[in-house]
């Protein structure tokens, strides 16, 4: 079935530090890729999306690729604030299963 | 655009006891989710409907979990009896459709249940 792995957390940086947070997927066929953001206390929130290989989603500052060679989908941000504290999920749909699967989470804590 | 709107927002509860989550999705979404989000794990859907039929339910424990919708548009998740294990935070979630895999799905801010 479909699965997604993500580095484990906490990670800690600086205020203005660049960000590379890594997910990784497996599944059949050509399924779209995701991540969410959850703010302590909220629910999650759509971050970006991507749909098919080589899309770049982006929003905020953040962005990531769909690399079908490596079934990956990295988030980057080149220059995180303190407002971006949040647990960050990757997840996907599709390719062989129609649900939302998400990864475990990977905690991000950005220090002045 | 009002979201997913969920309650209540926190509940406490002890063991055997019952407990029922709400949901109201954004208006026009056919396609309803219910997640179960453990601390520390990321989300495990529980079910989904389409208008007001499931679509799958696996995942969801049916000797203690039910759920429905009725109308196609609000939902009720209840638990009965409740376990320790069941601590966790319940998200609701819409979409437009079920059938895309690249439609967006939309989360409530979740249900904090407590079990003691």
């Known amino acids: 079935g479909n699965s997604v792995t993500q580095m484990e957390g906490p990670v800690t940086l600086s205020e203005e530090a660049f960000l590379t947070i890594n997910c990784t997927y497996t599944a059949t066929g050509y399924p779209s890729l995701f991540w969410y953001v959850q703010y302590p206390g909220e629910g999650l929130q759509l971050l970006l999306k991507a749909t098919k290989a080589d899309d770049k989603g982006s929003n905020k500052g953040f962005e990531a690729t769909y690399r079908k060679e490596t079934t990956s989908f990295h988030l980057e941000k080149g220059s995180v604030q303190v407002s971006d504290s949040a647990v960050y999920f990757c997840?996907?749909?599709?390719?062989?299963?129609?649900?939302?699967?998400f990864g475990t989470g990977t905690q991000l804590k950005v220090e002045l | 655009e009002a979201g997913v709107a969920q309650s209540p927002r926190y509940k406490i509860i002890e063991k055997r006891q019952s407990v029922a989550f709400w949901c109201n999705p954004i208006s026009g979404h056919a396609t309803l989710y219910w997640y179960q989000q453990i601390l520390g794990q990321g989300p495990k859907l529980l079910i989904q409907f389409q208008n007001n039929g499931v679509v799958d339910d696996s995942q969801l424990p049916k000797d203690r979990f039910s759920a429905e919708r009725l109308k196609g548009v609000d939902s009720t998740l209840k638990i009965q009896p409740a376990k320790l294990e069941d601590s966790a935070v319940y998200l609701c979630a819409s979409s437009l459709q079920g059938q895309n895999p690249g439609d967006t799905i939309y989360f409530g801010e979740g249900s904090w249940l407590t079990v003691v």
């Open positions: 997840a996907l749909r599709g390719g062989g299963g129609n649900k939302l699967t």
